[in-house]
């Protein structure tokens, strides 16, 4: 039986042929089944016949997200493992710090798209000034003190930070990281190397800064 790659790899089994067909199947009757905003009489009678099935449906894929909780949770240890030998464990483990911080990072860049997206008339196209939102957003994380992530650590291990309710705790990632073995960075570049993976990914980063701007 064909799989994906990442069941093959890190034995999450939400990424299997069989169970991704049944999980999406279902999340697509519940979406159908959804009662309709604002109904007729018809509408009113349709949503009460709906809700039996739309319930079961919904039961379902609770069980199966309990069902399969662990695995995928496994799957992103193993996950964080892969990255951490190819970049080292000192980038992932920073990688993950910078997780904690993301919504000063989300607060930094709608507040200065919002000052590109006002400027006055006669200083420029937003789009134009759109084009160095990555450098200032860089700016504002390398300007994060280390007290303030460790103080993140602490707030997110007390209160359970994860990215999602998929994912592990962020701190039991980092430390399941710092107990094994410090991995070097296999994968590395040098400055032209950097250059180039810029210039590919340049018109990407205008394109993205300049649809926040507009507020696409």
Known sequence: MRTHAGETSNGDTRRGIVFATAYRSLAIWHYYLQPTEDPSPLEMVANLVYLVPRSLVLGMLMLLDQLTLRSMQRAEYLADSVAARAGSTEAAVAFLDRLLVADSADTTVWRESNKLRTRPRGTGRAEEWADGLWELLAAHMESIPEHEYERQRRVGARRGHSVDDTHPP????????????????AVVTDDDREQRIAA????????????IVRGD
């Open 170 to 185: 962020t701190h039991l990632r980092r430390e399941c990281l710092l107990v094994g073995a410090v991995m070097p960075a």
């Open 200 to 211: 590919e990914l340049a018109d990407a980063r205008r394109q993205v800064a300049r649809q």
